[in-house]
């Protein structure tokens, strides 16, 4: 899981760009949420701050969104259109 602290990153479906995504947007949490292989490919457009992740950091925080209540699946949105 990626979150862009600052520049901008150009996503590729099917080696088409889909998508720019710049700060406070992430990618990478399909993989993780579906135990799926990745759906894009991203890479930097400009010079880039990620934070990044991985599977047990990932699972935690979705954990603890869920025990404090800030995470609701039924306003889950189909992200795999935009990446």
Partial sequence: ?????SGQVDVFED???ASRLGPGAYFGEIALLTDSPRTATVRAA???RAYRLD??????????AFERG???????T??????
């Fill in 1 to 5: 899981f990626y979150a862009i602290g």
């Fill in 15 to 17: 080696g088409r760009l």
């Fill in 46 to 48: 400009t010079l880039t």
């Fill in 55 to 64: 599977r047990e950091g990932f699972d935690q925080l979705v954990a603890g």
């Fill in 70 to 76: 800030t995470l609701d699946p039924s306003k889950a």
């Fill in 78 to 83: 189909d992200r795999t259109l935009h990446h």
